[in-house]
């Protein structure tokens, strides 16, 4: 006999979202307030990979401090990008294009 679960993952696929898992892992974003439906991706996405609770938490752990930068991380993450660095950052990025002779680009996260 096919489970409700099993049947919502059979017809959602990567859309369906274990918030039982979410609640029970007490995941946070610590100071980064991560939005509900974010966490929600982070763990549905970070689970594929992870085979027990606690080495899920670790990685979707690992995931925000990678991507997420805290408040007070804005330097360490200007200091990376002056360096050449590549980033991948989830977060809320404004760009303002300065027209001229030479166009420059100007983000802020």
């Known amino acids: 006999m096919t489970t409700l679960d099993d049947k919502i993952r ?3 696929g990567e859309f369906a979202v274990d918030k039982g898992l979410i609640r029970r892992m007490g995941v946070s974003g610590d100071d980064r307030h991560v939005p509900s439906y974010v966490m929600d991706w982070i763990v549905t996405y970070t689970a594929k990979t992870q085979k027990t609770t ?9 995931f925000i401090a990678k991507h997420m930068p805290a408040k007070g991380e804005k330097e360490r993450i200007r200091f990376k990008l ?6 991948t ?8 294009v300065k027209l001229g002779r030479e166009v420059r680009y100007l983000a802020s996260i």
């Open 89 to 96: 950052v989830l977060d809320a990025v404004s760009v303002t």
């Open 82 to 87: 002056a360096q050449g660095e590549v980033l």
């Open 10 to 12: 059979s017809v959602f």
């Open 54 to 62: 606690s080495s899920l938490e670790r990685a979707v752990q690992e």
